[in-house]
């Protein structure tokens, strides 16, 4: 168990490094400096100092800002994480969040409700309205056999058009092409706060994503619920004959999924932004896929993963600015990331049968005088071993 | 009355014919036991390098000459072509999950060709451009045959790429159903390891299997850039991919069933416009009217999906050890 989890480890940050490489390669061959322009990225995310600031600004305003922005990807990522540990692949967090933004946003963003009502009911709603997206799709899966990635796909594109659609007719800024501006008692980041001269971004919901980890971690670990869902993930007809109720699991993962989708919408919509874009549906769905397989579907992983994976794309900007390049490479690395990450069944399985070379080796090395006889004794023993933490992991 | 039906064939066909040609590609791969949720990704990266084509011949032989158009749909197919190639050896070499590699391939193809078009044309043509301008394709009408009502409609205001996909689509039905290949193939997607005892390679099958799967979606990709979109930019990932792989899951992965559910998608959506257009509502309402390929194909699954047979080793990684 903790050997395969350290095989993971090894695969998952040998296949970032490479990542990076293969971008440093491509900013080389564009005729600029990779270190400089990593740095950069760095620097964007206020984890390393910039030569100048502008007012009201500081390398500690810059990470406040940062972490505005890497709250959505958590949830967004943990979302995913529920589906896949069911054996379900959902692709729609994009369409979740933005409809759960929508919802949240005509119901109380708009409404002149104190703080400290509104912001628990954004929540609430957007929860509330990511599960009905979520349990939808699983129920379509349950009931009609529909392949979880096609209906979501669907969902997507219809959420965004008929969302977009009541933008243009009712809710429309015309001077910035967006949804009008929420009130800021309801937004969930506590907006340019002043302490000390310097203006703060404060995310509540980082603390919520902190709960969250935790919480999906205990369900996974520690509940019936979760050892159910992991079953039918592993293995649908196994979890069926043992009396599992495969159908309510599926819908339950989706619906799990769906409302952390729905509050990443929230704390997207209503949070790191005030408003909502029409006709642009956002790439926090497709990157949250790529966090949660670099963090092994492992809440405590999609932590850091999240982590690292927004530092690229939300550094990029300033990344794109200082260097010159396109800020679409950051999208370019996060998509070599999830290449090799899709592979890493298969790394680890070389480095799983390269430990066991290495393994057999030792064992000839030491025993060098013993007898035939007893020799497949002492090779039999650690190859069961291994076969059996193979199966438990 | 007859002048609006006209329309909604004239568009619907041209929608739907692209459409049809990347289900094709989509049911090579998948009826060889690959599933290709990259169609989408695949359209995209053979759009990109069939307009990167069309672009420097044009600057080359000038804007009058067919060759670009031509040349375009030929190297959009290899473009789909070698980059459906990650996807095989994703899914057969490092046996990754299928329907992962799958989403991979089109996110990593959406981030590239959008990174390499912006790169491209401020580095080579020196002018910022997020998009390759191709124009919509000139199209033609068959004299006579248009003249009759309705039917007519068929042969008005083609253009030539559809021609085209009907002429792939008879070779890759001709390939599937009358075929050694087409049969090894199918059989692939059924049960592996007969094939594999018959004499048969199985991962060489299903490699050219997804290998023709790109080059069907790239020629697809150029049609959308050459009709719909009038350029190449990131609007060629509308979904159509999608829309493709409800299209084949609705013809229960055979062809001709295939073609009829692509043309209700066509036919959906230029009635739509069509209707908008002839209710003279405002524009935010052809949103409205966007969604409905979606809704048909939700519906249309929901009624059918039930009876649908896939491929029985579908999304399966064919081990020869554990036989």
Sequence with gaps: MISSRKRFLRVAVGSVLISLLIGAIVILILGKNPFSAYYNLLQGCGLAPKAKYGGGRSMFTDLSSYIDFWTPMIFAALSCAVAMKAGLFNIGISGQMLTAGFIATVTIGYSSLPGVIAKPLVILIGCAAGMAVGALIGFLKYRFNINEVVSSIMINYIAEYIISFFIQTNFIDPVSRQSVNIHDSARLTFHQIVLGGYKYDLPIGFLLAIIATIVVKFIFDKTVLGYELKAVGANRTAAKYAGIRVGRSIVLSMAISGALAGIAGVTYYLGYFASIQPKVLISTGYDAIAVCLLGNSEPVGIFIASFLIEIIAKGATYMSSQAGLESEIASVITGLILLASACNVFFMGILEKREQERAEKAKGINGPGSGGANAPDTEGSPDTEDRRGGAKA | ?323
């Design chain 2, 1 to 323: 009355m007859i002048s609006a039906l006209n329309t909604i064939i004239i568009d619907g066909m041209s929608f739907a014919l692209p459409l049809f040609i990347m289900a094709i590609g989509g049911i090579y791969s998948e009826r060889s036991g690959i599933t290709n949720l990259a169609l989408e990704g695949l359209q995209g990266m053979g759009a990109f390098v069939g307009a990167l084509t069309a672009y420097l011949l044009t600057l080359r032989l000038g804007a009058n000459s067919q060759v670009p158009y031509y040349m375009a749909m030929l190297f959009a197919m290899i473009g789909g072509c070698v980059y459906a190639m990650l996807h095989a050896v994703l899914c057969i070499r490092f046996k990754a999950n299928q329907v992962i590699s799958g989403v991979v391939i089109n996110i990593l193809g959406m981030a590239l060709t959008s990174f390499l078009t912006k790169t491209i044309n401020k580095q080579a043509f020196g002018a910022p451009s997020d998009k390759f301008d191709l124009g919509v394709s000139a199209r033609f009408t068959v004299p006579g045959i248009s003249k009759i009502p309705v039917l007519g409609a068929f042969f008005t205001r083609i253009y030539p790429f559809e021609i085209l996909i009907v002429i792939a689509a008879v070779i890759a039905w001709y390939f599937l159903y009358r075929t050694r290949f087409g049969l090894h193939l199918r059989a692939c997607g059924d049960n592996p390891a007969a094939v594999d005892a018959a004499g048969g390679n199985v991962a060489k099958t299903r490699l050219v299997a997804v290998m023709v799967s790109g080059a069907l979606s790239g020629l697809a990709g150029m049609c959308f850039a050459y009709s719909i979109s009038a350029k190449f930019s990131n609007d060629i990932y509308m979904g159509y991919g999608y829309l493709a792989i409800a299209g084949y899951i609705f013809g229960n992965w055979e062809l001709l069933p295939s073609l009829a559910a692509c043309l209700i998608f066509g036919f959906a959506r230029s009635a739509g416009s069509e209707i908008v257009l002839a209710l003279g509502m405002p524009s935010a309402y052809g949103d409205l009217v966007m969604i409905l390929p979606y809704v048909v194909t939700l519906l249309l699954l929901v009624f059918l999906s039930k009876k649908n047979q896939a491929p029985h080793a579908l999304g399966e990684i064919y081990d020869k050890a554990k036989r």
